[in-house]
């Protein structure tokens, strides 16, 4: 019987960060305010990049290898601020939410827009 190969660090920090950044994209698609809890795999997958970058540059690994890695970390970076700032104009945002749901035509949802845009 065969061991199982131990797998380099980095590619389980990269392998840790795609799913934590997947997992956040899929919770970051539920509505306000459920999609608060993308927060939580979204900082994971920050971390382990974080740690795969760390892990790279110590390994001396390619260029091409970091500059992947910073890709992933500004992805993941870009998915959280887009479900942060809707929450600093919540007021806002629920507001116009709640206009758009009653609105049953479409000069409603232009009056909407007038109101709100």
Same mark, same amino acid.
């Given at each position: !019987?065969?061991?199982?190969? *131990? *797998? &380099? &660090? ?19 698609? !539920? &509505?306000?305010?459920? @999609? ?5 795999? /979204?900082?994971? +997958? #920050?971390?382990?990049?974080?740690? /795969? !970058?760390? $892990? %790279? ?11 992947? +890695?910073?890709?992933? %970390? ?5 998915? %959280? #601020?887009? #479900?942060?700032? &809707? =929450?600093? %104009? =919540?007021?806002?945002?629920?507001? =116009? @939410? ?5 609105? @049953?035509?479409? #000069?409603? $949802? *232009?009056?909407? $827009? *007038?109101?709100?845009?």
């Amino acid at each position: !019987m065969t061991s199982p190969t *131990q *797998q &380099p &660090p980095a590619a389980t920090h990269s392998r840790r960060a795609t799913g934590y950044l997947f997992l956040g994209l899929l919770a970051s698609l !539920m &509505p306000m305010p459920f @999609n608060l809890v993308a927060l939580v795999p /979204l900082g994971a +997958a #920050i971390y382990e990049s974080v740690r /795969l !970058m760390r $892990e %790279l540059h110590s390994d001396r690994a390619p260029r091409g290898l970091r500059i992947w +890695a910073g890709v992933g %970390l500004a992805l993941t970076m870009a998915l %959280l #601020i887009s #479900i942060v700032v &809707p =929450y600093l %104009l =919540y007021a806002t945002t629920r507001d =116009y @939410n709640d206009c758009l749901a009653g609105a @049953n035509t479409q #000069i409603a $949802e *232009q009056v909407c $827009e *007038q109101r709100f845009g």
